[in-house]
């Protein structure tokens, strides 16, 4: 399964990346066009974040808008359906402007060390 091996890539960097840190989030940005299915990505990445710092995590997917262009009147309309898609203003051919294929990790959520509560404020050490 493809989203099962992009599951197991994720899992690789994360730990490589925060060796030892607990992971609660991790949000994946994901184009129209990366032929990946959302559920089945969910389900992979319970099966690979099992045994490891991952485990428990949650997997955001977050679907990257492919922007588009009106081959007619050149309006742009950002889609989040694979082409063909027509302009909704014209009903002209929507052209993609992007390849729409990005996988791109963006944010990871780790665990406070600290104790639990806002970490927003640091008193300065008294000298
Ligand atoms: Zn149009």
């Known amino acids: 399964m493809h989203e099962m091996s992009i599951a197991h890539e994720i899992v690789q960097t994360v730990e490589d990346t925060l060796p030892g840190r607990r992971i609660l989030t991790v949000t994946l940005q994901v184009g129209v066009l990366a032929a990946v299915v959302p559920e089945a990505l969910q389900f992979g990445w319970e099966v690979a974040t099992q045994r490891t710092a991952l485990a428990g995590s949650r ?34 051919d929507l052209m993609p402007l992007a390849e ?14 600290g104790p639990a509560g806002p970490a927003v404020e640091q008193e300065p050490s008294s000298e």
Do not use: F, S
């Not at 729409?100 to 060390?113: M, N, P, S, Y």
């Open 59 to 92: 997997l955001v997917v977050d679907l990257q808008p492919l922007p588009a262009r009106c081959l007619d009147c050149g309006a742009h309309h950002p889609t989040l359906r694979p082409p063909p898609n027509t302009c909704p203003d014209c009903t002209g």
């Open 100 to 113: 729409g294929r990005e996988l791109r990790l963006c944010t990871v959520e780790i665990e406070d060390d």
